[in-house]
């Protein structure tokens, strides 16, 4: 690449190589097989240099970008995305990321790629109980890296127990991961298959801990069901949620919601893996029994693109917009996945 072209491979997208982080799109280019499926890995070049940005000369391979402030990436394989994200501009590292990144000697990182085939089905799963209470929905806001909605876990009113868990977990609060662009997004995949968002409902354990704060660190401490969405039918549920998206478009921005009732996110089947994971924002603590839908839901494109219209920044920043909130893949090392249901050969067709 070099200073006239202005062109780049992913390859070359700078905090990648130097970062831990990967809060850039296409963190998995690298990771082979991801794209599998009929996805084209996209091209990508850079559409404008940001200002006082400066391109590494030809040959000057070790040069670092990490002086860029700001990059504005083109992606150019499809049109409609141009219509929409024509100028993507990202922070070289998101501040969440500015603290430790890693777990050092971590054994049970999130997220991950579930493997189908190497999924152990456990009979002894019995389906998640979920009882949540649409009136402990406090409000919605935006943290600077994602938007989340808040509930009173004051009581016992409001969570799930049975499947995987040995205690009953109480909702916390629910959140969503999403990409720029359709292609990616999620955090955990399931055969190297990316979908462009996901929810997380957080869940801490109450019988164990007095507290959020002190389950967040703690053995058993806390248990997060996730959910993909792929693009399809409008969610009707999720646009409640949605309509007050434009009221928290900057960071720390919060808006009054509900009632609102989250089982509304769940699909319908109640197939599920679980395996024992970690955060996957700091601190990243190793605290968390994930329990991963196999179905996804649905959502629209406007759907997803109110999700794309907020901001990481505060007003009278420059604008950041919020998209690929997501950490990278993180290795298995030493763990089985279970799977509440027998493995079949329709995971191609998910
Ligand atoms: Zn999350």
Not at 95 to 116: C, D, F, H, L, Y
Not at 206 to 233: C, E, H, I, R, S
Request: aromatic residues 10%.
């Amino acid at each position: 690449m070099t200073a006239h072209s202005h062109r780049a491979t992913a390859s070359y997208i700078p905090w990648e190589k130097d970062s831990v982080l990967g809060v850039v799109p296409g963190r998995r280019w690298s990771e082979g097989p991801a794209y599998k499926g009929g996805v084209t890995r996209p091209r990508v070049r850079w559409s404008q240099a940001p200002r006082g940005a400066r391109f590494p000369k030809a040959g000057s391979s070790g040069t670092k970008f990490t002086s860029f402030c700001l990059l504005a990436l083109r992606l150019e394989w499809r049109p409609c995305t141009m219509r929409v994200f024509s100028s993507l501009s990202l922070p070289p590292v998101h501040p969440v990321w500015k603290g430790p990144a890693s777990v050092p000697g971590g054994t049970r990182q999130s997220p991950i790629n579930i493997r189908w085939r190497d999924s152990v089905y456990d009979p002894q799963l019995q389906p998640l109980g979920v009882s949540y209470n649409a009136e402990a929905c406090l409000y919605v806001w935006n943290t600077g890296y994602l938007f989340q909605v808040e509930f009173d876990d004051s009581t016992e009113g409001s969570g799930i127990s049975g499947g995987p868990l040995e205690n009953h977990y109480r909702l916390k609060q629910f959140h969503f991961h999403w990409g720029a662009v359709n292609e990616w997004g999620s955090e955990h995949t399931v055969d190297d298959r990316v979908y462009p968002a996901e929810l997380h409902l957080v869940h801490w354990n109450a019988v164990k801990y007095q507290n959020y704060t002190d389950a967040v660190t703690g053995a058993d401490g806390l248990a997060v069901v996730g959910v993909f969405l792929k693009l399809g039918a409008r969610h009707e549920e999720l646009q409640e949620l949605v309509a007050v998206l434009p009221d928290i478009k900057h960071k720390d921005a919060r808006a009054a919601l509900g009632p609102f009732q989250p089982s509304c996110l769940l699909p319908a089947c109640q197939d599920y893996w679980t395996y024992p994971g970690s955060l996957t924002t700091p601190p990243l603590s190793e605290s968390v029994t994930w329990i991963i839908h196999k179905k996804p839901i649905e959502v629209a494109q406007d759907q997803l693109a109110a999700f794309r219209s907020l901001l990481f920044s505060v007003p009278g920043e420059e604008e950041k917009m919020m998209v690929n909130n997501y950490r990278p893949l993180q290795p298995l090392m030493n763990r089985k996945v279970r799977s509440s249901f027998q493995a079949t050969h329709e995971g191609a067709r998910l």
